[in-house]
């Protein structure tokens, strides 16, 4: 894990990883190749990578429908992740789980649970986990603004805070329930004001800035880690992709989505990065290039795994 | 007559229905969103632009609450035709439909009635294990519903408007392969039936099943897109000389027993084929029952072709191995005609 | 509906009539006539008849798996919630709801449901039932503190809020979900806190005042009839009895049972009434037997009336 | 060999299960509390003074959350065992054990292991249509689970520590009226069997039945309160010259097809009581089963004596009518004599 400027020029390769990762896996969704549907996050990379970037390798994730960012964030392999995609049996789940869960239990990322807000308990039963094994590890939770709606959001976040569990709630606030904007279905303005009703400390942060979004994750962190309990960030973020495959947002106002792509993540922290003279064009330039030929070979490792065997289909399971 | 898709039919019913008696409405999560998609599988598109917002109801994401509101909402007076964007979730609400929407008249010695119908998209379409469930079978299990699966634009038609009229609760089923929904929310690889629908207004009697192809050697039963399966199976049996009576019950609650009873007693041999997977399956209550009732017009085993017991996996190849094939359903035929 | 006090004399006279039909039910319970078990409300008669005084016949109650004081409060007649005890074809659910289902919805008391919150959901279908056939009815949804953890909970006040439906929901602190402390299972001192998190006016009322229930319900029923939405009551109140059946309460502290028990709600009500010469001694005394009277021949009337039959059992459900 | 109830038997299982093993733990409402009942049936009563409060951990009333943290605690190092206190409440739980429970493993590509145990009483006990139900085929039909339903002390013991041990999501379904719940959890008209259970440790393996009773004539196969009304049915047959056989399946899935196979072998007749409602019950799968994989050893239609299609009723008269009874077996095995 690197410090300083370091970890700033890490946190923009790992955002342009996401960014770049998901504009692939759009294009060759387009071409047709690959099966089922895609939730992407572009747009949403600072809060993936802001709030899993200081994690240990033995802290955990629960992600959702929406998981690519988080996984590539908590270190799945981007192969893994992209054979997958493939439906390939070198994907991380051996093409059995497919685009709404990926995970890789050995780097803490729970396979992804794509029942809006039903990895909530999840984490609940993770952090109890982390808890009881007198180990200091902490389990961010990533959930929407529609998920907020949910009765597993209510009855996970009231036991994460009686329990006082090392549990990072982590709320993608990106205004959207699929089609449905958050300020129809809810009558507050924040939806940080739900941690009061459970005693659990909250904070609206500017989700689209990966610098805020991870003191904000660092504070968390250390206080979960501490056993002082979970923590509730609504990360203001927006989707600058469809909610699903083949949606071009109908629903959205043309003004609120300028607005939004003004602020995009990845432009915002480039140009943070050269105002303060933390890295120069030609790096950035290289570190993107590299990125780019990573996720080629990816592509090319998954084309070329093997396909899953149709018997398959009748292992791993009682 | 007008042809029509089954997302068409469904939303015709509603529309008539809601013409007729403006104590039906509709609620669950974008199905009226500007701009949106008229729910998952575009039922509802456009139905607020005559009835308004109030009537065609978005949601938050709260399933238990959709469920819970339309049992309260059915007991006081109103007619709520509510759905889930995909049948598993379901499971989120299955306490109200379960314990209160399926017992309340009972409970209260009939004295409330619970007039709803309740909306759930079945069916594998490679999204994997919690996107793709057929959960006819959960709910047949529950005394106080009843359950029917359309499988065409006129039996979806007919059977909704029967299920908006009934004073109990009725539960949808849905199949994705079959809605022909348009635009975005088209389905690779999906059938979407065009089918005739009458002009003029008409109710399907719930328990009253479908021949959709005589024959004579073997009776199939299947429902929604397995009668399509199980068609394209008859069609290579009957080169071979075996002549497939494909039946499709069309409600599962009622079930017309006496339909398949007079078939087998032409054919003497049974195959149910279910997309749902086989333990405990809907088909386990029809084989049970005809073992029951009808064993001796039987001369060989009752055979179950249905999606083998494990979640449904994402990689096509293997999703296309677990559900039922015209091939499988071919070959059980062959089987059955060894007896 | 009575005003000035006529009213609080008639809801001292409804108080009595619900402790006392529990005392009797108890008393039954024990001598092995009645089935199944018994969930009492003796203590929380004021938010009962506080809550519920004022409503129409056309408005509604949503109640839990305590139900009796409710149903009484809402009109459900005498004789059919003590035949239904007696499991007789006339008991308000002939026979076939028992003790956690009782109602009566010619009288706007739904079943009640013995699914803890169960019934709120429920509650948000007859608001919206109301608003959408233009009346001004409104409806009481009671349920515990208990529940107040139940994820049905939070989908149904969200969905009220957004809604402004008109839904009262009174939830009757009673300290207690069964044998649990409130305090064990929630972090914040006052359930009334959670109506911030859905926008919805919250009080914390003396839930065995049954003068302060009653004004409080007086506003949040004036607020729903007006169309201006739900108001969210917490009554503190506490349990005379047992949580159900033979519950010797084991599990309470005897000072703080002992406190609550100086508050019981009739006592006070009774010294209020004799302190501002609302009425005589000798006048309450008159009421009270009026009441113990009805309750007797109440009993008679179930033990008097035919019992169910078998095949009944098959008839009112498809 | 220590006599004790099924409720001693399977508090027996956990203690030595949890003393055996630091990452086993309990969960659920009320089972911990100073004073309090021990959960809803006593099993629990008293483990605390041993392991503390955090292995024996009370929670809200969130079925939501309690199956969700199992999930979560046992793909992450724990072995939780989680409680209801009736198993009506399941419903509430559904999404987390079907759509996570149940397939978390497969959908990781067996990357991830999910060793948890969801307890849950059943049977109608005069209590109404919520505190009533049998679940047990709710959850037959979920690819992923295994079921089990101890109707002795000794099997409660042996099949929990198994299931305990299981690497997979195992659903335990206990009787009300079994377990023999002392003081002021004892239940009116409760059977409660004492039965011998060795000191020594022993296991019982999933998917082998337990013959109660043998018999040449009819083959009953039962579970739970069930076996006991058979075996009283059993005794009034042999009377009148009638020899039951009385197989105990004790767990439905997975299901010891071989030992009702090798009975009605000898009986050619068989009967399936089940204390669940008739339609869609397991009691259909096993019919169904049996009449694809053995139809040819019967002599006569496959009888399925089971509670009515209705919602529990609550008043004793009507209860008692719904639930099969030993007389309704008893019938059910004459009539089948007939053949
Ligand atoms: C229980 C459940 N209900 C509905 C859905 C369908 N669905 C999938 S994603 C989604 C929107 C979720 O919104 P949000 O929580 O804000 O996450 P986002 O998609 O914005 O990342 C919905 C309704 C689901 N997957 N699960
Ligand atoms: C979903 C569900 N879980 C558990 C129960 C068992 N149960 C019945 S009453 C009760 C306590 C409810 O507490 P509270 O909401 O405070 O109501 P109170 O009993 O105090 O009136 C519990 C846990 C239930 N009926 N339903
Ligand atoms: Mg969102
Ligand atoms: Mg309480």
Chains 1, 3 share one sequence.
């Not at chain 1, 890789?104 to 649970?113: E, F, K, N, S």
């Not at chain 1, 501490?226 to 509730?232: D, I, S, V």
């Not at chain 2, 306490?95 to 909306?119: C, F």
């Not at chain 2, 994705?176 to 088209?186: D, E, M, N, P, V």
């Amino acid at each position: 894990m690197k410090e300083g400027n370091e970890k700033i020029i890490d946190m923009y390769k790992q955002m342009f990883l996401l960014r770049n990762y998901e504009d692939k896996i759009y294009f060759l969704f387009l071409e047709g190749v690959m099966p089922g549907t895609i939730h992407q996050s572009q747009g949403q990379e600072a809060s993936a990578v802001g709030m899993l970037y200081d994690l240990r390798k033995e802290d955990y994730l629960t992600s959702t429908h929406r998981p690519a960012g988080h996984c590539l964030a908590k270190g799945v392999s981007l192969e893994s992740m992209m054979a997958e995609m493939f439906a390939k049996s070198t994907g991380c789940c051996k093409g059995k789980g497919g685009a709404m869960h990926t995970g890789d239990i050995t780097v803490g990322a729970l396979p992804a649970i794509a029942i809006t807000a039903g990895g909530m308990p999840v984490a609940v039963g993770v952090g109890l986990s982390c808890k009881m094994r007198k180990t200091d590890n902490v389990v961010v939770c990533f959930f929407g603004d529609g998920a907020s709606n949910e009765g597993a959001f209510h009855e996970a976040m009231n036991a994460a805070a009686i329990w006082s569990l090392p549990v990072i709630f982590a709320c993608e606030n990106n205004l959207y329930g699929a089609s449905t904007h958050i300020n129809r279905v809810v009558k507050i303005n924040d939806l940080a004001e739900r941690g009061s009703a459970y005693g659990i400390p909250a904070e609206v942060v500017d989700g689209n800035d990966v610098l805020k979004v991870n003191e904000a994750a660092t504070r968390a962190i250390d206080r979960a880690r501490k056993g002082l309990g979970p923590t509730f960030l609504e990360l203001k973020t927006y989707r600058r992709c469809g909610h699903s495959r083949n949606d071009a947002c109908g629903y959205r106002d043309k003004a609120e989505e300028k607005e939004w792509f003004d602020k995009d993540p990845l432009t915002r922290l480039k140009k943070h990065m050269l105002d303060h003279n933390i890295i120069t064009q030609e790096k950035i330039e290289a570190i993107e290039q590299e990125v780019m030929a990573r996720i080629e070979s990816a592509v090319d490792y998954a084309k070329a795994s093997p396909d899953v065997k149709p018997e398959d289909a009748l292992t791993n399971v009682y | 007559m007008a042809k029509m898709s089954i997302a068409e039919a469904l939303r015709e019913a509603i529309r008539e229905e809601m013409r007729r008696d403006e104590r039906v409405f509709c609620l669950g999560e974008d199905i009226d969103v500007e701009g949106g998609f008229g729910g998952a599988f575009t039922v509802t598109l456009g139905l607020s632009k005559e009835f308004g917002h109030e009537r065609i109801l978005d949601t938050p994401i709260s399933e238990i609450m959709i469920a819970g509101a339309a049992v309260g909402a059915a007991m006081t007076g109103m007619i709520p035709i509510a759905d889930v964007q995909y049948g598993d979730f379901l499971f989120c609400m299955m306490d109200q439909l379960a314990n209160n929407a399926a017992k309340m008249t009972y409970m209260s010695g009939g004295t409330v009635k619970v007039p709803m119908v309740m909306r759930a998209p079945v069916g594998a379409t490679t999204r994997g294990a919690q996107h793709a469930q057929s959960l006819e079978s959960f709910f047949t299990h529950i005394p106080g519903l009843k359950i029917i699966c359309p499988s065409t634009a006129y039996d979806a038609k007919g059977l909704l408007k029967t299920a908006i009229r009934d004073e109990n609760p009725v539960v949808v089923f849905e199949h994705k392969l079959l809605y022909g929904s348009k635009g975005t929310r088209a389905e690779k690889s999906a059938l979407s039936p065009v089918g005739e629908v009458p002009e003029e207004e008409y109710l399907i009697p719930f328990g009253v099943g479908a021949i959709r192809r005589a024959g004579t050697d073997i009776t199939i039963v299947a429902t929604l897109l397995m009668v399509y399966k199980a068609l394209e199976a008859a069609a290579v049996l009957e080169e071979e000389g075996i002549s497939v009576e494909v039946i499709d019950p069309r409600t599962l609650v009622p079930f017309d027993y006496e339909m398949v009873i007079e078939s087998i007693k032409k054919t003497s041999r049974l195959i149910i084929v279910e997309e749902d997977t086989k333990r405990n399956g809907w088909g386990a209550e029809v084989a049970a029952t005809i073992a029951e009732e009808a064993l001796y017009y039987l001369d060989a085993p009752i055979k179950r072709v249905a999606t083998y017991d494990v979640p449904i996996p994402f990689a096509p190849i293997m999703e296309n191995f677990v559900i039922p094939s015209p091939a499988r359903i071919a070959d059980a035929a062959r089987d059955l005609m060894k007896y």
